[in-house]
């Protein structure tokens, strides 16, 4: 059977929009969460088995998903270069930042173990329409994390290394693109069909820090990745009009940003998008509505219908059933 979100990611125009929903395998699934009160976290994403279950759940529960992203964390390439990655119920913690870990430090491959062999079972399992998708963190949203060494609002750490340390910050930000790429074909190898790099904290460099010092290095990552698809998702509301120039096949557009202006201003880029996902949490009415708006302006465009960010906890999964159904109707 034809799977229709590769036919998309290769430039096709469909019909009817293939769909996956980031952050799809989470806590917004009952069936997720009877597995986390057993488990840790940590202990789940390094479980193969249970990370594939979990990968899963969500093509179980609703046939009409066209793509299995697989359970991991963008923060894998940070623990494989040595930062000693925890991540308790209050979000992830940096044990070593990046300046204080010699540059000159391998990546450790044996860290990315656990998800390959979660996606050679989960490609296993999963029904023939459904695309395999792996992903990975772009540099500058690593590199936050990294000196950071936690999450944080205003990425303050972060933002002022990159100009007090300009030499180290971009050595830095190209070993990370490397280890980006070498994750996200490591996926490839495993089984993953597609991928994409997710650059979550974009939003918190001014559109010309973002340009200068982040963008290319997602260019080096992406233009190592040639054996599958790629989607680039950059999480603010000035996409620059550059990213035109970026060696994939498509833009994951943020919900801040018109799916109509996508369009136009990226006119050769297969687009993924852009339902709010708070918008599921107004109810089935409100989300079926904003996604058939976003359905009909990309009529006679390749387009991969998807959220503009990822599924919340609080999401019904009664109104991604609708949304579902709506999009596909």
Known sequence: MPQSLLRVLNGEVLDKPPVWFMRQAGRF?????????????EQLLNDSDLAAEVTLQPIRRFPQIDGAII??????????LGCE?????????????????????????KVFEPVCNAIRKVKANLPEKVTMLGFAG???????????GKGSKGWAKAKAFIHQNPVLAQKWMDKLADAAARLLNLHIEAGA???????????ELDADDYATFALP??????SQVTAAPTLFF??????????NQLPCKGLAVPWQVPISEARRRFPKMVLQGNLDPIALLAGADTAKRKARAIVDAMKGHPHVFNLGHGLVPETDPAVVAAVLDEVKA
């Open 29 to 41: 699934l009952p069936e997720y969460r009877e597995v986390r009160a057993k488990v840790t976290f």
């Open 85 to 109: 990655v925890t991540i308790p119920e209050g979000g992830p913690r940096i044990g070593k930042t990046l300046d204080q870990i010699d540059i000159n430090r391998p990546l450790d491959e």
């Open 71 to 80: 359970f991991s964390d963008i923060l894998v390439i940070l623990d494989a």
């Open 193 to 203: 069909q597609g991928v994409q790099l997710f650059d979550t904290w974009a939003g």
């Open 234 to 243: 950059a999480r603010t509301g000035y996409l620059p009009d550059s990213l």
């Open 217 to 222: 290095s997602v260019e080096r990552t992406l």
């Open 138 to 148: 772009a540099p500058w949203t690593l590199l936050a994390y990294g000196i950071e």
